[in-house]
């Protein structure tokens, strides 16, 4: 089954093909970038028709196989990119160990690494990937003989977040919303002119649904004269965030690229007036833009910092990103950790999602079901929320039980890691059980 599973690891791998660190990791080892396109052009193509394969692998058992062969193949993929994170890390502690000349460090990592092969050891890093483009044209060549069609848009994207309130409620985090009400309406910076907080959290933490609330508080909006999201994600383009914040205040850029004109016209409107700026979903600070791409996350940020700096005393800037380098280099102060929600906190989220207005004592044997699908979400209220909702109307027990007992559980680690694009295929995957269920004639 071309299951949520499937495709969410698809999403994963080419999130992480995008990454900086990967991607200077890669360069350092004089590898051509044109590798890692590569791969992800072969990759794009076997997720352009997993959705037509997802229905006809039930008529035609050579797709079916041809599912297992592209879910294999995938996996393999996601292994040889932790083994280069691996080795990544690996070349970063013995580069900090021998500047500091310590031998802690070297202890530490040996005892992490002593079961671990030398992740390159046998065959180069080269050769491996060159592999894996070899076996995913093997794959992509059998398309066109099982008659699959593409249903998809040849380049996936991440969603793009606004702030726009939808129906998301804020469970367990009532005392550090208060508490960052509480900051942004005060002109205390800590030691700057415009004060920086980051709100910290894996995937699905909650970190955009809390930020949007602080952007929409109503005390917030009158304490502020300008207000602006932008909605950053993995690639951080200084030129396309700085016009992005020109058009949210009204600006026109009259679509010039130049870096200096734009700050200078950002500079000029910010001037003497309180401003809150939203960055959300900020993967990393490195500048994408052609010709700013060796700054550092520190450089990348005062080279956007820079103009902000006009506006007037008590303006603030919020940035949420899964990764706590980034609060470090903006030099935040508050950080905000997210953490995972209680298990009551949890519950209450998928009564409401799953129930709606509907009293949770009329579906007494959903009941138990309903707690074991939320145990195993692990606190993470996104994951929570997207469940709820695909049950809702839903009072059939073998359809929560379709979800309980779903292999998305079992293949892989825990939803953390894998928690937006689980999320993201959770309807198709359920749909396509059903479909299942049905044609063995277990369906009702």
Known sequence: MADALLSASLQV?????????LINFIRRRNLSDELLNELKRKLVVVLNVLDDAEVKQFSNPNVKEWLVHVKDAVYDAEDLLDEIATDALRCKMEAADSQTGGTLKAWKWNKFSASVKAPFAIKSMESRVRGMIDLLEKIGGEIVRLGLAGSRSPTPRLPTSTSLEDDSIVLGRDEIQKEM?????????????????????????????????????????????????????TEFLLIKVTKTILYEIGSKTDDFDSLNKLQLQLKEQLSNKKFLLVLDDVWNLKPRDEGYMELSDREGWERLRTPLLAAAEGSKIVVTSRDKSVAEAMKAAPTHDLGKLSSEDSWSLFKKHAFGDRDPNAFLELKPIGRQIVDKCQGLPLAVKVLGRLLYSEADKGEWNVVLNSDIWRQRPPIQQREADFIMDGRRSFTSTRKRRKENGRDR
């Open 181 to 233: 009400v509480k900051w942004l309406l005060s002109d205390n910076t800590t030691g700057g002119k415009m004060g920086v907080m980051s709100i910290v959290g894996m995937g699905g933490s909650g970190k955009t649904t809390l930020a949007r609330h602080l952007y929409n508080d109503e005390e917030v909006k009158k304490h502020f004269d300008l207000q602006v999201w932008v909605c950053v994600s």
């Open 13 to 21: 791998l080419f999130q992480r093909l995008a990454s900086p660190e």
